[in-house]
C-alpha cells in the first residue's frame, strides 16, 4: 500500500478556516501551528492566545475540537494525536514567534494551509516539519475578544 499524506493542503486549510472562526469569537492567537510527532504522520496542534491563559486548557481544547470537528474531514483529523495549549509567556512559544515573524519576517497567517518548517530545532525542541497558522508577536498587545470591551463604564 502507498503511503498515502494524512494532513494534506485541503486539511491544513480546514483547520486554518477553524482557528480564524475561533479567533473570530474569541480573540487573535499568538502562535497556532501543526507540529509532526515522532510517529510517521501523526501530528500535534499547538495553540497559545492571551484570551486562554485565562479561559484554562480545558475549556480552549473542547472549543476548538468541536470546531475542528465541523470543518475537519475526521479521516484527517485522526492524525492529530493532541491539542496543546500553551501559555504566550513560554519561552518556546516567544521564540518561534520570533523566529518565523521576526527572523524569517513571514506572516505565517497569509500562507494558504501553513507556512511550512522542516528540520528547525526551538528551545530544545525538534521539529522535523511543522505548519505556521499564526505567529504574531503582537497578540499579547490587542485587546482580547470580550462582551465588556463594547461597554463604557462610568467612573464616579
Known sequence: MANKEVVTKRTRVQIQQALTQL??????FRLAMLVSTDLPERWNLL????????????????????????HVDKNSLSAIDRVSVMPGSDPFVRRIVNVVNGFLGVD???HKGGFRLYDTVVEGHDIPEAFV???????NE?????????QKLAVR
Do not use: E, N
Not at 492571551?50 to 473542547?62: A, E, N, Q
Not at 497558522?133 to 497578540?139: K, N, S
Open 23 to 28: 479567533a473570530q469569537k474569541k480573540g487573535d
Open 47 to 70: 495553540v497559545s492566545a492571551p484570551w486562554m491563559d485565562s479561559l484554562g486548557t480545558r475549556s480552549v481544547i473542547s472549543d476548538l475540537t468541536s470546531l475542528l470537528l465541523r
Open 108 to 110: 505565517a497567517s497569509s
Open 133 to 139: 497558522f499564526v505567529a504574531d508577536p503582537r497578540a
Open 142 to 150: 490587542k485587546s482580547v475578544k470580550s462582551p465588556l470591551t463594547s
